[in-house]
């Protein structure tokens, strides 16, 4: 349930969406390194994992900072910003990764699987860069949106028990 839009006085968002982009980005990095350290692969499922763990601070700092969840447009609005921003985030840390494998002269993976793409269907890698990028910013605005509702509600249940 969230509170009705009329009921309160809205908040500005920025604050919370850029603290997602900088918990994304530290996780993010965090797992490259761990995995990087103890050589083995990223599980499938870990940019979820990732995405709701960086969602999970600025979310509960909103509830407890105002006391209530977000309204149906704070939930759409942010959303909205953080799927872009963690768009933002992981295209730009694969761009580094891209070009530091392209000047150490490694074997580039991600060259690997776009010319393995380009090979197997016939269509250039900027279709497959596309169709993963608006998977990744449908996934990511979707988890936002159930981490504004039904998370908020958890952390404010907790804040009301605490009382």
């Known amino acids: 349930m969230t509170v009705s839009d009329a009921a309160v006085t809205p908040v500005d968002l920025k604050k919370y969406v850029l603290m997602f982009g900088g918990v994304l980005l530290f996780c993010q990095v965090l797992v490259v390194a761990i995995t990087s350290i103890f050589q083995f692969d990223v599980p499938a499922g870990m940019g979820i994992v990732v995405v709701m763990a960086a969602l999970s601070y600025p979310v509960s700092l909103f509830v407890k900072t105002h006391e209530r969840v977000f309204t149906g447009r704070e939930r759409v609005s942010f959303a909205n910003m953080t799927s872009v921003i963690g768009l933002l985030v992981t295209g730009a840390l694969a761009l580094l990764s891209y070009y530091m494998l392209a000047m150490t002269g490694e074997a580039n993976s991600y060259q690997i699987m776009l010319d393995d793409f380009s090979r197997e269907t016939g269509l250039s890698g900027m279709i497959l860069i596309a169709g993963l990028s608006l998977l990744a910013l449908a996934l990511t605005w979707i988890l936002a949106y159930i981490e504004t ?15």
């Open 149 to 163: 509702g039904w998370f908020a509600r958890r952390v404010l249940k907790g804040l009301s028990k605490a009382k």
